[in-house]
């Protein structure tokens, strides 16, 4: 008889753990949230994207390999890619010159300079382009390097935020919670660089490229804009532009994207001109990250104000 009642017992416990993990099993076999798959058009935004994201987005940068992702140009396969995407952030501010020719989903893309048209400088250039059948249409063109003005980089993280949050609102707090740190850190360096003390009365910058108009009318870095290429050698003419343009009694530096040839270092220090590397972070840097980058680029303009 005791045999028979532990038999039962013995059942009925049986039962009671199956019919437990039955009750469980459903949070048990909950299938992960999916990883939005995000496409971005240049390196500060795959930055943003990627402190932000981390693990949690499937993230692709397609012209990664560019020098400046504003030239690239998206073949057949990424534009399919892109058409699957969950999102796709832009820069705006006519960066994505490609974006005229190619027809994407409204409800992807996260222009991510959107109602800021009060802070976006003017470049002069006009892009004609047609959408279907909706005929052409022309756009006045603004200077694109909108992040070299940090304000505006916070501001840009912000919407890469939002729509992280909006597409995987399961990673809501872990994607705030990134964002705060890189727009803590963000800030500090955009403190610092309202901090540098260049007096245009002793010192004159010239930049080598009109690239930089974001971070002059930030942080009061005004000058004169020539369109040479660090490759360039020195040659007379060089000479003369910069005998047209340095001011006497003046400090003069020669802002560049990338080192200079020593042919033209050497050159521009005949000439009393110091040249300068701020790098604008067109593509993607090697060995460095963004803010790291930055950071070189502060050091740089400290030493012009020392």
Known sequence: MKKIILSLTLLVLVFACKNKEKQSSPDETKEPEKQPVVYVSNYPLYYFASEIGG?????????????????????????????????????????????NNVTLKNEDMVNTTEGMQDKMLPLGEKFTHSHGEGGEHTHEGTASITWLDLSLAIAQAEKVNEALKKEAPGKGEDFQANFEKLKNSLSELHKNYQNLEID???????????????????????????HWETSDGWDKDKKHEIEHLAKKGKKTYLVWEDEPSKAMRKGLEEMGVTSVVVNPLFGQPENLDMQEVLFKNLQSLQKISE
Do not use: C
Request: zero cysteines; a negative charge; hydrophobic letters at 40%.
């Open 55 to 99: 693990d949690a987005i499937d993230l692709r940068f397609p012209a990664s390999d560019e020098t400046d992702p504003s030239d690239w140009v998206p073949g057949a396969e990424n534009i399919v890619k892109m058409q699957e995407a969950d999102i796709i952030l832009l820069n705006g501010a006519t960066f994505e010159k490609w974006l």
């Open 200 to 226: 245009p009365e002793k010192v004159q910058l010239i930049y080598s490229h009109p690239v930089y108009q974001y971070l002059q009318n930030a942080y009061g870095l005004k000058g004169e804009n020539l």
